[in-house]
């Protein structure tokens, strides 16, 4: 195959194995590292019988990266092949002073081969998922041999119905921030049950119920006109009639008048018997 052929793409689903901390590896140890590496994750294939023929396998030196063809059921990836997986793991690491963690990032899509190995969307994302912060805290918190993240359209199509060794609620969602934006990936701890959310996925805490405003005074009713009002201190009140008269400090030079005033003859008075 040439530099200019590339195959057309198919549907695969696709893997990506990452060790934890691999950095932190002398360069004395790494290839018992990798010999590990490689005894956990072949053999669980042939378990989940996919066929050599139907396997692509890329070296990443501190991980691997699969592509398997559709006609495998992904359901036999996802049960099978993660329980056989996640097994030889635990087995081998109870031999081992420092032992060995695994992050598994998978989803499923188009995927073109040449003759330098695969490529596409499917496998940006399988590898972004193994290798975000998110699966890295997981794993960590959980103290735990290895952690799968999948993505929301493998967790829809092929985790939520269920299989063997598949379990939907052993599964929890979070919000992972990638270079192409913020996704749904769907974050598994086997043995552990449903694993908590990432420290970096969790929500904020609620900010502080904000205190109602004190509701201001409602104003008194306003005086009807039968209802005097008293004047303010250091005033006088004469009241006459209906009539209330406010007089501050009065000084009077000419008569004054207080209440109704009759412009006819002076009404009569009634007469009583006691006159």
Known sequence: MSDDDVEPATYQLVISVDARRSGEYDDSDKPEMRRQLYGVVQPSFAKAAVRPADLHLEDRGDGVLAAVVATVPPSALLGTWLVEAHERLRASNRRLARPLGL???MHIGPVRADRHGVSGRA???????????EARLALDAAQA??????????????????????????YRPARVPLKEGEVTAWFHVPDRGRPRPPAAAQPPEPAAPTPAPTPLPTPSAAPSAATPVPPPP????ITVGRDMHHHDRPVYTAPVHFGDTHTGPAPRREETGNE
């Not at 290895?146 to 493998?154: E, I, N």
Request: proline share 5%.
């Open 103 to 105: 992050r598994v990032g």
């Open 145 to 170: 041999d290895l952690v799968c993240v999948v993505s929301d359209l493998l967790y829809r199509d092929v985790v939520e119905p269920g299989g063997w060794g598949i379990y939907p609620s052993a």
């Open 123 to 133: 496998v940006d994302l399988a590898c972004r998922l193994a290798d975000c912060q």
């Open 234 to 237: 250091g005033r006088a009140g």
